[in-house]
């Protein structure tokens, strides 16, 4: 079998930078602005959740991944969250969002086989408690143990036993029904660090092992949390994308619709709707998030398209294709953009998540991702991507006023 993956990630990584890229980006922004600028307002704040606490959702970034330099990453820290967690949960609570997604970090908490140290996730759990945040949990965002070697057997069964044990202090800590995502983006974990060599473990042309690894992960990890708490709800997060052909040529067609197919794979494999020797069950796949962003729509091998292309596919259609495939209910677990553009952005999304929901798709809340500014992953650059940015030097985080005028603007707009 060809690894496609592997094509893609070689062709990815010859066009990342350059000239062309920089105007393409420039398009790409002129017609985001020009197209939300068009559209009328959402209510979305009035919006109800039949999952959760409230529809609009802050993620926090977690991610414990090393990166192509070996460098181990920790967003929860790198952005002052982890001492700060009771605060950024008020703060959020203010603008109406009683719902984050938070994460635990594996490596910090295993520290050895089978010992667990709970001191960087207990007073996450406790500050979620003191001021009634609703917290979907990502057991594993990208980073693990550096004793455990993601290839052997052994990743799986420890997984599966640091999830259990998870799932017991929650359960002993607190009465609520817990969120979990076992495993953050099988697909683009499976691509970014089995095909790139992106992020760990820094392979290539391993994409389709690793994927299936990390099925079997989440699998495992998904029994071992129901044995503690049957009332946990499970929840999944994988990019949504659109891939368009290079050419009307048929085979080019016929390869960019078999990219586009490949989104469905993680959650294909964990429903058993393929690869039945990988464990899959439908109830494996509960509730699925959808992660979405400007360049999840591209030409094959080649650069994003604007919203304003011919071939873009709005995003409440997107939505509608996983909700047939699946029929669960779903909600967008990340989206934002850099800079100014916050607010056009989640105009943008807006328009389409209710679209959607008027055509009968049941989409149950927008995850604003990040919800806190962050360091660059590569380079530690400041990225201005949340409602609120870093701790200055009172302990406070100053507020993205425009983004914050769009969300009390959306939920003024609307009867």
Known sequence: MRDL??????????????????DNERKLHEALRTYAASLPSQALSDIRSDLFASFLIGGFECSTHRHQHGRRLDLIAATGHDTNAESDYRMLAEHGIRTVRDGLRWHLIEEAPGHYDWSSFLPLLRAAHHTETQVIWDIC???????????EPAFIDRFACFARAAAQVVRDETDVVPFYVPVNEISFWSWAGGSLAYINPLASGRGNELKAILVRAAIAAIEAVRE???RARIVHAEPAIHVVPRSDHPQDIQAAQHYTLAQFEALDFLSGRSRPELGGRPDYVDIVGVSYYLHNQWVDADLPIAVDHPQYRPFSDLLRDIY??????LFVAETGIEGDLRPAWLRIIGHE???????????DGICLYPVLDYPGWNDDRHCHTGLFGYLDGDGARPLCRVLAEELAWTGSGAS
């Open 5 to 22: 993956e592997n094509e893609r990630a070689v062709a990815a990584s010859a066009i990342v930078g350059g000239d062309r890229a920089a």
């Open 141 to 151: 965002h990208w980073g693990w143990p550096d004793d455990l070697d993601i290839w």
């Open 228 to 230: 503690v708490d049957s």
């Open 324 to 329: 047939e495939r699946y029929r669960r209910p």
């Open 353 to 363: 998540v209710v679209a959607a929901q008027n055509a009968r798709i049941p989409v």
